[in-house]
């Protein structure tokens, strides 16, 4: 079974600072999908970035970018020039190619100081 | 409908009670998820649709919780005889099934159990 671990419970950044949030996970499979979720105080969760495992290059989403690592089956999410808007919970997830479920990590809580 | 809608949004029950939760899905989503959420904390995967069947019902935590979908749409969640720990936010997602694997969440449904 697919295990998605991150290990910063909680990270905080100064406004308009860079910030590096972790996710490692495991699996056997070599075609999947990863993402990093938003989840504000409101509570409705939104896709941030997503990342197909058979490509190389990462992802980036104008302020947010990844680093995913494959071989080390490491996918960390960067936010750049951070706001008071990206204060959230993210959650980093797994999904198989073949379609079924997506399996998420317990969170990171981002805190970003004015 | 525009994005996922789940009713009720917030239900407070004594223990021993029934409930049920609904889901609406984006329409034209074929795959549906339910997951439940404890306070601060990750998500946990309950059950999974494809149509109106369920490939993956693994993570539904006990016999009390079972989850239905009908026409391919609306899907409900129902637990009996609700305990204290089933206080948890439920959270329902659909996708497209076949393509990225985006979910796309609902606000979820807060479910406290006195």
């Known amino acids: 079974a697919q295990t998605v671990t991150q290990s910063q419970p909680e990270m905080s950044v100064q406004e308009a600072e860079t910030v590096t949030l972790s996710c490692t996970y495991d699996?056997?499979?070599?075609?999947?999908?990863l993402f990093w979720y938003k989840q504000p105080p409101s509570r409705q969760m939104i896709l941030v970035i997503r990342?197909?495992?058979?490509?190389?290059q990462n992802a980036t989403e104008n302020r947010f970018s990844v680093n995913f690592q494959k071989a080390a089956k490491s996918f960390s999410l960067k936010i750049s020039d951070s706001q008071l808007g990206d204060a959230a919970m993210y959650f980093c997830?797994?999904?198989?190619?073949?379609?079924?479920?997506?399996?998420f990590g317990d969170g990171t809580t981002l805190t970003v100081k004015p | 409908g525009a994005g996922v809608s789940q009713s009720p949004s917030n239900k407070v029950t004594e223990k021993g009670k029934d409930v049920e939760l609904r889901c609406d899905p984006i329409?034209?989503?074929?795959?549906l998820y339910w997951y439940r959420q404890r306070l601060g904390q990750g998500l946990e995967f309950l059950i999974y649709?494809?149509?109106?069947?369920?490939?993956?019902k693994s993570g539904l935590p006990s016999d009390r919780f079972s989850a239905e979908r009908t026409g391919e749409s609306v899907s409900t969640l129902t637990i009996q005889r609700t305990q204290q720990e089933d206080s948890a936010v439920y959270l329902c997602?659909?996708?497209?099934?076949?393509?990225?694997?985006?979910?796309?969440f609902g606000e979820g449904s807060r479910l406290t159990v006195l």
């Open positions: 329409s034209g989503h074929t795959a």
């Open positions: 649709f494809q149509g109106n069947s369920a490939p993956d």
């Open positions: 699996t056997s499979e070599s075609d999947y999908y």
């Open positions: 990342q197909e495992a058979y490509k190389q």
């Open positions: 997602a659909s996708a497209v099934e076949g393509l990225s694997g985006e979910l796309f």
């Open positions: 997830a797994y999904r198989s190619f073949n379609a079924g479920k997506s399996t």
